[in-house]
T-cell receptor
Framework: DVKVTQSSRYLVKRTGEKVFLECVQD?????MFWYRQDPGLGLRLIYF???????EKGDIPEGYSVSREKKERFSLILESASTNQTSMYLC??????????????FGPGTRLTVT | KNQVEQSPQSLIILEGKNCTLQ??????????LRWYKQDTGRGPVSLTI?????NTKSNRRYTATLDADTKQSSLHITASQLSDSASYICVVSAWMDSSYKLIFGSGTRLLVRP
């Protein structure tokens, strides 16, 4: 079974703090993603990475950065947390296009509250 | 604009009853359509995935249909159980701007009552 794990289930941070969210997958997937999920808005893509040290902006990258130093690990960084970044953050991973279903697997999520 | 719209936003049914959730999309060009189940406080888990050539797919008590001509999909849940209480998310994927993109609906929140 594919496993995508996230470092924290719940996190409370203060405005202005630097926040690191970690994600690890164990299926040797090339592609990894960070989303945020807010009520009524669905999942929105923040950043994704298709290879080590590679990163691409998603739909809402402002206020975030990412790091992918190893294939299995993808980190989301909030350089200076703000209250409007309070949200559920979901990490996902996906194999290469050659796999038929091109299935995307999600982690359990991190609920971040910025006060 | 590429969009995925789901209805209803929320639904309450009694245990043992059937229900149908709807998904309309305007995404083009279409690659495939997935339904995910998301329990409260958890990440989404895939239920079904369909390409444009498939018009129905079942996974236990879940049956998804797809009409690529009208750009509509539905998820039918048979003999609902309390554990079916969750959000159900419709996701359409397409190749756009040389990359593979997923467009998410905002979900239908289902509550099954005893």
């Amino acid at each position: 079974d594919v496993k995508v794990t996230q470092s924290s289930r719940y996190l409370v941070k203060r405005t202005g703090e630097k926040v690191f969210l970690e994600c690890v997958q164990d299926m040797d997937h090339e592609n990894m993603f960070w989303y945020r999920q807010d009520p009524g808005l669905g999942l929105r893509l923040i950043y994704f990475s298709y290879d080590v040290k590679m990163k691409e902006k998603g739909d809402i990258p402002e206020g975030y950065s990412v790091s992918r130093e190893k294939k299995e690990r993808f980190s989301l960084i909030l350089e200076s947390a703000s209250t409007n970044q309070t949200s559920m953050y979901l990490c996902a991973s996906r194999g290469a296009w050659r796999t038929y279903s091109y299935e995307q697997y999600f982690g359990p999520g991190t609920r971040l509250t910025v006060t | 604009k590429n969009q995925v719209e789901q209805s209803p936003q929320s639904l309450i049914i009694l245990e043992g009853k059937n229900c149908t959730l709807q998904c309309n999309y305007t995404v083009s060009p279409f690659s495939n359509l997935r339904w995910y189940k998301q329990d409260t406080g958890r990440g989404p888990v895939s239920l079904t995935i369909m390409t444009f050539s498939e018009n129905t797919k079942s996974n236990r008590r879940y049956t998804a249909t797809l009409d690529a001509d009208t750009k509509q999909s539905s998820l039918h849940i048979t003999a609902s159980q309390l554990s079916d209480s969750a959000s159900y998310i419709c996701v359409v994927s397409a190749w756009m701007d040389s990359s593979y993109k997923l467009i998410f609906g905002s979900g239908t929140r289902l509550l099954v009552r005893p």
